[in-house]
């Protein structure tokens, strides 16, 4: 069936902010669907509140929102737009939720817009466990046996049927609380006695134990001609207890037999059109019985997954962009392969490599949590690799982690076997090299099988990898055959290096002597049946390479890596940007990179797409391999974050030219020292800082400038490690809880600087082309210093300061690009401290808020940064219309205010008794994503950015004030506003008893640690847990009141309320209550603003 | 391990590891790109005469058993491999593969540039090849490439006898009788024989040699054609009997090679595909529904029908529906006469291995012998 006639606007949700769960593998599916759409002559109109996507730049869509996902905020971009139809099924659980929330308040039938992509019924189908089930069995496939009980007697009764061990879930409990696996009688009545009692409707659910099992994922399509194809299978490391997106995955499954894998295709065919899915994807999760082979499956998703982009980056399958044809009305055979051209997307690929994907944790950021893998999502990102066998792919996804400690390696002394064995019953986030460690040690395949249920295939491979790793280290020499066998097992220059007990750059001279290089072959949906039209290409050590010659300039393009907290989507956005600048002048754009959520990562992004880890040793051979077919240019390594930017000095000793600002220069931003004197010559004040190698030299510094000190390692990202410390126990404990992470030593100096207080921190993004130099937008931040940059809002245009306070921030700016001698971006932050401008530190490369920049003021700054890299000016560009002629300086009357607010994902991290890990902010990053909210004022913008961050101010309620002393006279007068409004205060004691003196009426509630034979009713975090209070503020204080406080921001987290922890938040909040209350926000499209701007900078 | 070696007749040489027997091998190197179902590949007597290749790296994860096995032999002529598996893994398994094709005498050859293999072979078309392993390996080259230039070439090449039963022999319904089937065995596959059981159809197996005489004097409901090697010019003996078949006006269906024999004797040519069609993910459009199914394909010749979706017999059999092709490149992949009771297909409803997607023209066959009695 061709394109439908009746569908000439789409309305197309995006999933909003990136969070655990639910990260840029939506920005990769949105993207093409807007791109897919447009090319269909649709008229395309997006919102999504997270502008540091690529699928919000303003060139995606006709009209884009960036707005917060809410019914009302759709129903208002409805009215405005009058979109024939909604695309829900690209966005996540966000937009779908979002869609089913439209539907059910009468939205959609009430402006007549239909829903493309999946049927409500089909995603009701789909989402509710009791229809699904039903459905699955109707289909003949089996789910787990489950019985929901009411009484302890009903619990024991229940086991005949499910047998031990079983699994207890009581009923509306959050973040699993009271859930737990029961071996024996003595653990279900102890289990199931305190569910019951948790449990507000006393019922738990009693479920056979599927633990242990195979999991297996297809990902599948359907069109509205009942046409199905299994794109992809992806078969699970680690067993069924561990969700699919913190397990090792494996593409295609490699331990089912024909009829097996045959029958999982059956069931999950009957389920898709069970449920109804008819013009898009979903994938389907199975759990296989190892002894019996019997199936059960687990779950489905009516809608594009984080697997689907996996799945489309594993098989060249674009799920996503032909979700997006189905669901305008093509077939699967009406839409070409975009890799071979010739055939159609009605098949299957078939795979000639294997595909391996490792999840990425962010465990470090949050030293409380636990650290055990579950069925709750923990992971913040994740690499894929793509080798020739499953031991090269495994290890070069493992590297592609670039995280110390997550490669396999054979250094120090053997583990004790028990111990291990004993370790790896728990899936934690290092489990597999346990595993790799275990088996080296001597522990068998079986005791590892047994310990871990991981499939006995998967652990004799790491055998196998271990008895290579013996081979590399006894052989008499480093010849041909045993680098050979190595490489084909995926080792690398470095592992090898240590196993022969050499350097790594030793091991690469050798290997390049013996003409050892690795081919790279193509990913073509088809296991070279038919000619690949499309260069995505990966290495792998073997006779014959597939990189086409081409006579065009080269530009290399580094990615990211793997999301991680402090490098996410933001950096794919400008290396994104970058390559269609570059293709656009003329350039042939080669990206490398190794995270498969991304769109960089997209073969249709750069001419050509390396799936590679970005060590500097697969770099090389990347570009190695690229000269040999052509002239290189340079290659981009100030916008793929601290990933890329590592591997500049690395890639300049091997003489490859570098893009933009050098090495050397960036050594000058990064080299304490040095960027002093660059501060000096441009009469620039810095805090009083030095440099520690050591604790030792740490406390000598700290006490010549004076605590509080603020103590950061160089080269890391994301404030790792960063620190407030004030007084010298602090130092000593910071050196005590950093002295296994590396992070601090020799070659990497720990920066003191004094901290200071009450200053306001402001952020600029800027170009310089060596003359001019060109700002993106300059930054104010909400949160006082001392909030990690990456945690605070912000604001854009400034709101507090003046004119010749902004001129004083650009010239500094100017000074320190000079100073480095920047080629490109530059990212700068300032304090601003009693009218005194200081610098904290300057970073010459990309920042988190170029794409923010970007969205709020319109201006390309990545793309504008990639042209300057190749020699272009900032002059031309501003005369040929790339950039504005006024830049991010200029602020217009009536320009409008854009707010940055971070997302946290503390709700994802609980301790180890199971309550959630503390969530104030402090300097070290710890927020997986971010939105932004933009309207005429900063009050509105500010409750926009709030409401986006899905912690809405509400428009009436109880407010709970607990601050520290030292707060408490900047807390009274926002604190009367707020009462004024209507909302009603609550407030301990201490606090209290000062707000009654201002004339506040007050509720006193008891304090957490309060004794109940010295005051009754039930506690703040009673009410709290109760869902009683609204919003809490809570700023930390002295250490008698910190248990409280960390109750008190527990208890707020768990019940998903609104939080402040600073009172400058609070001020800047109090506009922002009156807002929510005056009504609904109004929407406006970037592109909108864009006009408006443009009108106002030509007057 | 020792050392193998595979040598295709036009010089090109890979070197490897000894997989599976040692010794020689001579056949026509084809490549096969499921990612599943390597012992139904191995049993299929379809592959006999040929140097198989996967194109999936790893081969023999989850070894082998009785099960699956599609005949009662390996009769690949050789395995080329990239990573075999070094222990079995499966709750289903009863031995290991290396182990399997040893009892067999296949030899085989693993740890070489398999996709380098399949993109030559894609480019300059299947051709004959030999695995040297052990002593067979050290012989010179010109030697080997010489060996590899005498054998025999697939093209005109007759197998049927050496797949087919030698016995005739019957398989009983399961359920109620719908009907017989008399099956010439080219090369069948066990699955075949099950689905058609399964569906109330009582199941004759006569050998390839037999004569239509003999195979209309059994009186059938229907006659079926199976697949199996060989080039289909070469099987006259077999187009003759089905003719009578035809003007017996008995219902026929033929799968594979039984496929491109109906072809023949419609009086169409088939021809010999550059390197064929071994996979289970291959599209087919049914344009009789409008439906595409994802099918498993096993065959290096196919029919030509030129002027369209329909045509007339050359042989005087009325009007005849190119009623399947492929998505891929448009090859005939399906023939259903529409003035007779006959139709077949190219590729393998009964899958094993490959998806189940066309299973329902067991259900077609069931059809026609019910009209077709109904109509008596």
């Given at each position: 069936m061709?394109?439908r006639s009746?569908?000439n606007?789409v309305?197309?949700i995006?999933?909003?902010p990136?969070?655990?769960g639910?990260?840029?593998e939506?920005d ?5 669907a807007?791109?897919v759409?447009?090319a ?6 997006l919102v999504?509140s997270n502008?540091?996507t690529?699928m919000?730049?303003?060139d ?9 996902i ?5 129903e208002?971009i ?6 024939d139809?909604?695309?829900p099924t690209?966005?996540g659980?966000?937009?779908l ?6 539907h059910?308040l ?10 493309i992509?999946?049927?409500?019924d ?8 009791q229809?699904f ?11 787990a046996?489950?019985?929901i009980?009411?009484?302890l007697?009903?619990c024991l009764?229940a086991?005949g049927?499910?047998?031990?061990p079983?699994m207890v879930?009581p009923s509306?409990t959050m973040?699993?609380l009271?859930s737990?696996?029961?071996h024996?009688?003595e653990e ?9 009692q948790a449990?507000?409707v006393?019922?738990v659910?009693l479920?056979?134990s599927i633990l242990?099992?195979k ?6 399509m359907r069109d509205t001609?009942d046409?199905c194809v299994?794109?992809?299978s992806?078969?699970?490391v680690d067993?069924?207890?561990v969700h699919?997106g913190?397990s090792?995955t494996?593409a295609p ?11 999982l295709?059956d069931i999950?065919i009957?389920i898709?059109?069970a449920?109804g899915?008819d ?9 296989v ?5 019997r199936?059960?499956v687990?779950e489905?998703n009516p809608r594009v997954s ?12 674009p799920?996503a962009?032909?979700?997006?044809k ?6 699967l055979?009406?839409?070409?392969n975009?890799i ?11 795979l000639?490599?294997?595909?391996v994907k ?6 470090e950021?949050?030293?409380?949590a636990?650290?055990t ?10 690499a894929?690799a793509?080798?020739r066998n ?11 982690l670039?995280k110390?400690g997550s ?5 120090g002394?053997?583990g ?7 370790a790896?019953?728990t899936?934690t986030d290092?489990r597999?090299?346990?595993?790799q460690?275990a088996?080296?040690a001597g522990?068998t395949?079986?005791?590892?099988f047994d ?6 295939w998967?652990v004799?491979q790491?055998v ?5 790793a013996?081979d590399?280290a006894?052989?008499p020499?480093?010849?041909t055959v045993v680098?050979?066998h190595a490489?084909?097992h ?7 290096a240590q196993?022969?007990g050499i350097?790594e750059?030793?091991v690469?001279?050798?290997r390049?002597?013996?003409?050892l290089r690795p081919?790279?072959?193509?990913v073509d949906t088809?296991a070279?049946e038919?000619p690949?039209?499309?260069p ?5 050590y073997?006779q ?9 300039k080269?530009v290399v393009?580094l ?6 907290i402090?490098q996410g989507v933001e950096?794919?956005y400008?290396?994104?940007?970058a390559?269609?600048?570059l293709?656009d ?8 990179n190794c995270?498969p959520e991304t ?7 750069s001419d050509?797409l390396?799936?590679?880890?970005l060590?500097?040793e697969?770099v090389l051979?990347v570009?190695h391999?690229?000269?040999?077919s ?6 981009v390594?100030?916008?793929g ?10 890639l300049?000793d091997a003489?490859i030219p570098?893009?933009?600002t050098?090495?050397?220069a960036?050594?000058l931003?990064e ?5 002093s004197?660059i501060l000096?010559?441009?009469?620039l ?12 030299e740490?406390?000598?510094i700290?006490?010549?400038i004076?605590y509080p000190?603020?103590v950061?390692?160089?080269f890391?990202?994301?404030g790792?490690g960063?620190e407030?410390?004030?007084?010298q126990?602090g130092?000593?404990d910071y050196?005590?809880r950093i002295k296994d992470q590396?992070?601090?030593g020799?070659?990497?100096?720990l920066?003191v ?5 009450d200053?306001?921190?402001?952020d ?7 003359e001019?130099l060109?700002?993106?937008?300059v930054?104010e931040?909400?949160?006082?210093a001392?909030?990690?940059s990456g945690?605070s809002s ?11 306070q902004i001129a ?5 700016t100017l000074?320190?690009a000079?100073?480095?001698g920047?080629r490109g971006?530059l990212?700068?932050?300032?304090a601003?401290?009693a009218?005194?401008?200081y ?6 490369r ?11 003021l319109?201006?390309t700054l990545?793309?504008?940064a ?5 020699g272009?000016?900032?002059?031309s560009l ?17 320009a409008?205010?854009a707010?940055?607010e ?5 709700k994802r991290?609980a301790?180890?008794d199971g ?6 902010l402090g300097p070290e990053m ?5 939105v932004m909210?933009?309207?005429v ?8 950015s ?5 912690s809405?101010?509400?428009?009436s309620?109880s407010?709970?004030i607990?601050?520290?002393?030292r707060d408490?006279p900047?807390?009274i007068l926002p604190?009367?506003r707020?009462?004024q ?8 004691s201490?606090t209290?008893?000062?707000l009654a003196?201002h004339g ?9 640690t309060?004794?109940s ?9 009673e009410?709290?847990t109760a869902?009683?209070?609204d919003v809490?503020v809570?700023t930390p204080?002295?250490?008698s ?8 921001r527990a208890a707020?987290?768990?019940?998903d ?7 400058a938040?609070l001020?800047a ?5 009156e ?5 609904p926000?109004?929407v406006?499209?970037?592109q909108?603003h864009?006009?408006d701007?443009a009108?106002a900078l030509a007057? | ?6 040598v295709?007749?036009d010089?090109r040489v890979?070197?490897?590891d000894s ?5 020689k091998?001579?056949?026509e190197v084809v490549?096969?790109t ?6 139904e590949?191995l ?10 290749v996967?194109?999936s ?12 096995e599609?005949?009662?032999k390996?009769?690949?002529e050789g ?10 893994s499966?709750?289903?398994s009863?031995?290991?593969l290396?182990?399997?094709l ?7 050859i693993?740890?070489i540039?398999t996709r380098?293999?399949t993109r030559?072979l894609r480019?300059?078309g299947s051709?004959r090849?030999g695995?040297f ?5 050290k012989?010179?080259l010109?030697?080997?490439i010489a060996e590899?230039?005498?054998?025999v070439?697939?093209?005109g ?5 050496v ?6 022999y019957?398989?009983?319904p ?6 017989k089937?008399a099956?010439v065995?080219?090369?069948i596959?066990k699955s075949t024989?099950?689905h058609m059981?399964?569906r109330g ?8 040699s037999?004569?239509?005489?003999e195979?209309l004097a059994a009186?059938p409901?229907?006659?079926?054609y199976s697949?199996?090697p060989?080039?289909p010019e070469?099987?006259?003996?077999q187009?003759?009997v089905l003719k009578?078949?035809?003007d017996?006006?008995?219902p026929f269906f033929?799968i594979?090679f039984g496929?491109?024999?109906l072809?023949?004797a419609l ?9 064929g069609?071994?996979?289970i993910n291959q599209?087919v459009?049914?344009?009789?529904t409008g ?9 290096g010749?196919a029919?030509k ?5 329909e045509a007339?017999?050359?042989?005087g059999?009325?009007?005849?529906a ?5 998505l891929?490149d ?5 023939l259903?006469?529409?003035d007779i009771p006959?139709f077949?297909?190219?590729y ?7 998806p189940h997607d066309?299973n329902?023209?067991f259900?077609r ?6 009209t077709n009695?109904?109509a008596?």
């Amino acid at each position: 069936m061709p394109k439908r006639s009746d569908i000439n606007s789409v309305l197309v949700i995006g999933s909003g902010p990136i969070v655990i769960g639910q990260a840029c593998e939506f920005d990769y599916s949105g993207t093409q669907a807007c791109r897919v759409l447009r090319a269909e002559g649709i008229r395309v109109i997006l919102v999504n509140s997270n502008p540091a996507t690529i699928m919000t730049d303003p060139d995606f869509a006709d009209a884009t929102y960036i707005e917060p996902i809410t019914p009302e905020v759709i129903e208002s971009i409805i009215i405005k737009e009058k979109p024939d139809a909604i695309l829900p099924t690209l966005g996540g659980q966000t937009a779908l939720n979002a869609a089913m929330a439209l539907h059910d308040l009468g939205i959609l039938e009430k402006y007549n817009v239909e829903l493309i992509g999946a049927k409500v019924d089909a995603i009701k189908k789909g989402e509710d466990r009791q229809i699904f089930k039903q459905l699955v069995l109707d289909a003949g496939a089996d789910v787990a046996k489950s019985v929901i009980c009411s009484t302890l007697d009903e619990c024991l009764a229940a086991v005949g049927e499910l047998g031990y061990p079983l699994m207890v879930q009581p009923s509306f409990t959050m973040g699993g609380l009271g859930s737990g696996f029961a071996h024996d009688e003595e653990e279900l009545r102890r289990i199931c006695e305190s569910g019951l009692q948790a449990s507000p409707v006393t019922q738990v659910l009693l479920s056979e134990s599927i633990l242990g099992w195979k999991e297996y994922e297809l990902e599948l399509m359907r069109d509205t001609n009942d046409n199905c194809v299994v794109v992809c299978s992806i078969e699970n490391v680690d067993p069924v207890g561990v969700h699919t997106g913190d397990s090792i995955t494996v593409a295609p499954a490699l331990t089912l037999t024909d009829r097996e894998y045959q029958n999982l295709r059956d069931i999950s065919i009957d389920i898709i059109r069970a449920v109804g899915v008819d013009t898009g994807g979903c994938n389907i999760q199975f759990a296989v019985d190892p002894t019996n082979g019997r199936v059960v499956v687990i779950e489905m998703n009516p809608r594009v997954s984080r697997s689907s982009a996996l799945a489309s980056k594993a098989t060249g399958f674009p799920i996503a962009k032909i979700a997006a044809k189905l669901a305008i009305g093509y077939t699967l055979d009406e839409i070409p392969n975009d890799i071979t051209r010739v055939t159609p997307a009605s098949f299957e690929p078939t795979l000639d490599y294997i595909v391996v994907k490792v999840p990425r944790f962010a465990f470090e950021k949050f030293p409380a949590a636990n650290n055990t893998l579950t069925t709750t999502m923990k992971s913040v990102g994740e690499a894929m690799a793509i080798g020739r066998n499953y031991s090269q792919a495994l290890q070069k996804a493992l590297r592609s982690l670039e995280k110390r400690g997550s490669s396999f390696h054979w250094e120090g002394p053997l583990g004790n076997i028990a111990e291990l064995l004993e370790a790896i019953k728990t899936p934690t986030d290092g489990r597999l090299v346990q595993v790799q460690q275990a088996l080296r040690a001597g522990a068998t395949a079986a005791q590892v099988f047994d310990s871990t249920k991981i499939d006995p295939w998967f652990v004799d491979q790491i055998v196998l990898i271990n008895e290579v790793a013996d081979d590399i280290a006894k052989a008499p020499s480093l010849d041909t055959v045993v680098i050979k066998h190595a490489k084909n097992h995926g080792f690398s220059d470095a592992q090898i290096a240590q196993l022969r007990g050499i350097g790594e750059a030793e091991v690469r001279a050798i290997r390049h002597a013996l003409n050892l290089r690795p081919v790279f072959k193509t990913v073509d949906t088809c296991a070279g049946e038919f000619p690949a039209e499309t260069p995505y290409h990966y290495s792998t050590y073997e006779q014959e390479t597939e990189v086409a010659p081409s006579d065009r300039k080269k530009v290399v393009i580094l990615g990211s890596g793997p999301n991680r907290i402090g490098q996410g989507v933001e950096f794919d956005y400008s290396c994104v940007h970058a390559s269609f600048a570059l293709s656009d002048a003329g350039y042939e754009t080669i990206m490398i990179n190794c995270n498969p959520e991304t769109v960089s990562t997209d073969y249709d992004t750069s001419d050509r797409l390396y799936f590679e880890p970005l060590t500097l040793e697969d770099v090389l051979e990347v570009i190695h391999a690229e000269q040999q077919s052509g002239e290189l240019v340079g290659v981009v390594v100030q916008l793929g974050g601290q990933t890329a930017l590592g591997l500049a000095k690395g890639l300049q000793d091997a003489g490859i030219p570098i893009l933009g600002t050098t090495p050397d220069a960036i050594d000058l931003a990064e080299e304490r020292g040095l960027f002093s004197k660059i501060l000096e010559d441009g009469d620039l004040l810095a805090p009083a800082n030095g440099t520690a190698l050591n604790l030792a030299e740490a406390e000598v510094i700290a006490s010549r400038i004076g605590y509080p000190v603020l103590v950061r390692p160089s080269f890391v990202l994301g404030g790792r490690g960063m620190e407030i410390v004030y007084d010298q126990t602090g130092i000593r404990d910071y050196f005590d809880r950093i002295k296994d992470q590396g992070i601090v030593g020799p070659n990497h100096p720990l920066l003191v600087d004094r901290f200071l207080d009450d200053a306001i921190e402001i952020d600029i993004d800027a170009l310089f082309d060596g003359e001019t130099l060109y700002v993106g937008g300059v930054m104010e931040h909400i949160e006082e210093a001392g909030i990690h940059s990456g945690d605070s809002s912000c604001t854009l245009p400034p709101i507090t300061m003046s004119d010749s306070q902004i001129a004083r921030v650009r010239e500094a700016t100017l000074k320190i690009a000079q100073g480095i001698g920047v080629r490109g971006l530059l990212n700068v932050q300032f304090a601003l401290a009693a009218d005194v401008l200081y610098v904290l530190e300057a970073n010459p490369r990309a920042s988190r808020t170029v794409p923010f920049v970007s969205k709020a003021l319109g201006i390309t700054l990545a793309k504008a940064a990639s042209l300057v890299m190749v020699g272009k000016t900032i002059k031309s560009l501003i005369a040929d219309g790339h950039l504005p002629e006024k830049d991010g300086t200029y602020i217009p009357a009536g320009a409008p205010i854009a707010v940055k607010e971070a997302v946290l994902p503390f709700k994802r991290f609980a301790t180890k008794d199971g309550r959630f890990v503390d969530s104030l902010l402090g300097p070290e990053m710890r927020s997986t994503g971010e939105v932004m909210g933009i309207d005429v004022d900063f009050p509105k913008a500010f409750a926009k950015s709030q409401s986006a961050a899905g912690s809405a101010l509400p428009t009436s309620g109880s407010i709970f004030i607990s601050v520290s002393d030292r707060d408490k006279p900047q807390v009274i007068l926002p604190v009367r506003r707020l009462q004024q409004l209507g909302y009603k205060v609550l407030a301990t004691s201490g606090t209290a008893a000062i707000l009654a003196r201002h004339g506040i009426e007050v509720h006193v509630v008891r304090k957490h640690t309060d004794d109940s034979s010295v005051a009754d009713g039930p506690t703040i975090v009673e009410l709290i847990t109760a869902g009683k209070v609204d919003v809490v503020v809570n700023t930390p204080s002295g250490s008698s009141a910190r248990k409280d406080g960390y109750e008190i921001r527990a208890a707020t987290t768990a019940a998903d309320k609104a939080i402040f922890t600073t009172i400058a938040q609070l001020s800047a909040a109090i506009g922002s209550f009156e807002e929510v209350i005056a009504g609904p926000f109004a929407v406006k499209s970037l592109q909108d603003h864009a006009h408006d701007r443009a009108v106002a900078l030509a007057k | 391990m020792s050392q193998a070696l595979l040598v295709l007749e036009d010089g090109r040489v890979f070197h490897g590891d000894s997989y599976g027997a040692e010794g020689k091998t001579l056949g026509e190197v084809v490549f096969a790109t499921g990612m599943t179902g390597y012992q139904e590949t191995l049993t299929d007597p379809s592959y006999a005469g040929q140097i198989v290749v996967q194109t999936s790296p790893h081969i023999g994860n989850t070894g082998v058993n009785t099960r699956d096995e599609e005949s009662s032999k390996v009769w690949v002529e050789g395995y080329v491999v990239r990573d075999p598996s070094r222990i079995v893994s499966n709750f289903r398994s009863e031995g290991s593969l290396p182990d399997e094709l040893r009892k067999y005498g296949v030899v085989g050859i693993s740890g070489i540039d398999t996709r380098a293999l399949t993109r030559h072979l894609r480019t300059a078309g299947s051709m004959r090849g030999g695995v040297f392993s052990g002593v067979a390996s050290k012989l010179p080259l010109e030697d080997l490439i010489a060996e590899v230039r005498a054998a025999v070439k697939m093209k005109g090449l007759s197998l049927s006898d050496v797949v087919s039963t030698s016995e005739s022999y019957t398989v009983s319904p399961v359920g109620d009788r719908v009907g017989k089937v008399a099956i010439v065995d080219l090369g069948i596959k066990k699955s075949t024989i099950e689905h058609m059981a399964s569906r109330g159809l009582e199941v004759e197996i006569y050998p390839a040699s037999v004569n239509a005489a003999e195979l209309l004097a059994a009186n059938p409901d229907a006659v079926f054609y199976s697949n199996g090697p060989g080039d289909p010019e070469a099987a006259a003996a077999q187009v003759e009997v089905l003719k009578k078949v035809l003007d017996a006006r008995i219902p026929f269906f033929g799968i594979c090679f039984g496929n491109q024999l109906l072809g023949r004797a419609l009086g169409f040519e088939t021809y010999k595909l550059p390197f064929g069609h071994r996979g289970i993910n291959q599209p087919v459009l049914d344009r009789k529904t409008g439906k595409v199914e994802v099918t498993a394909h096993n065959h290096g010749f196919a029919v030509k029908v030129d002027g369209g979706p329909e045509a007339q017999s050359p042989a005087g059999y009325g009007r005849v529906a190119v009623s399947h092709v492929s998505l891929n490149d448009d090859c005939v992949e399906g023939l259903e006469c529409l003035d007779i009771p006959a139709f077949s297909v190219q590729y393998h409803p009964e899958a094993a291995a490959g998806p189940h997607d066309s299973n329902y023209l067991f259900d077609r066959l069931v059809e026609l012998i019910k009209t077709n009695k109904a109509a008596k």
